[in-house]
């Protein structure tokens, strides 16, 4: 009897424990399938493009960018760009990486992003450790701004040089995609005709870097919010207008207060979906 007691205690404390275990993320495909990081990697590494979207105060999908593109890093050679870095900076950003200047100048003469340092930071200093290029693919905010109050029509008026910081004009854009409908709805009263273009406008950017500075064989790792990648259309579009055979893998990211089942709206979002608690912390 003694024995059936302790025995019951024990296979009770175990349920305890395991009804305790809080997973920090779920991966799931677009079909709501879960999936290991394992075949993840294994996806992305037969890619050309990985479109890593993020929510951009995420811990999670902070670390798992970097942690992925570690791993990759170590199957073949990787170009690497991001959103949160303008093009114009990328001089700036190429003497950081060459050992040029210090992080302490990079800090003064780039428009760094003030999560940099926790998010974005590890990702320059692997590629500057392993010697790989590192773009900066995101048109200038003030441009974006112009598209905004004055439309694609206020482009034609930079100089040749602001010019070479966006896609080539004109820019193409269907207002018709769900993603710039959604966007311009869900502004109400803040949005106009405009609000969607300028969204087009960096995602057309981000795509035309990314294009340029790809290279055959090799893979390019891409960094931006979700937003500009999710549902296949965003940058991931712009893309597949240049090149449709692009092999491209998209990654989202979504919060659930249950991460253990993809919402069924989730669904069909990315290639890969990372599901995160929504009490996990943020980074800023």
Not at 159 to 171: G, N, V
Not at 241 to 267: A, C, F, G, R, Y
């Amino acid at each position: 009897m003694q024995k059936i007691k302790i025995f019951l205690l024990v296979v009770l404390f175990s349920g305890a424990l395991f009804s305790q275990n809080k997973p920090a993320y779920k991966l799931y495909n677009a079909k709501g399938k879960k999936v290991s990081y394992k075949q993840m990697i294994k996806t992305m590494s037969k890619a050309q493009i990985v479109l890593f979207g993020e929510f951009h105060d995420n811990p999670i999908v902070h670390w798992l960018q970097y942690e992925a593109t570690v791993d990759l890093g170590k199957q073949q050679k990787l170009t690497l760009g991001a959103e949160m870095f303008e093009a114009d900076n990328q001089p700036q950003l190429n003497d950081y990486l060459l050992d040029t200047i210090t992080q302490k100048a990079f800090d003064t003469v780039a428009r760094l992003w003030k999560n940099y340092k926790t998010d974005y930071k590890p990702l320059v200093d692997y590629a500057k450790k392993n010697k790989l290029k590192f773009i900066a693919t995101n048109t200038p905010r003030k441009f974006a701004s112009k598209v905004y109050k004055e439309g694609f029509e206020s482009l034609e008026k930079l100089s040749d040089e602001e010019k070479t910081w966006i896609a080539p004009l004109p820019i193409k854009y269907d207002a018709t995609l769900p993603g710039y409908v959604e966007m311009k709805k869900m502004m109400g009263d803040h949005a106009n005709d405009n609000l969607p273009k300028a969204q087009a406008l960096k995602d057309a950017t981000m795509a035309y870097f990314i294009l340029k500075n790809r290279e055959e064989g090799g893979l390019f790792i891409h960094y931006n919010g979700a937003y500009h990648s999710d549902n296949y259309e965003g940058i991931n579009w712009y893309l597949k207008q240049q090149n449709p055979n692009l092999k491209i893998v998209t990654v989202s990211v979504v919060e659930q207060d249950d991460v253990k089942k993809l919402n069924e709206e989730d669904k069909k979002k990315a290639d890969f979906i990372i599901v995160v608690p929504t009490t996990m912390t943020k980074t800023y």
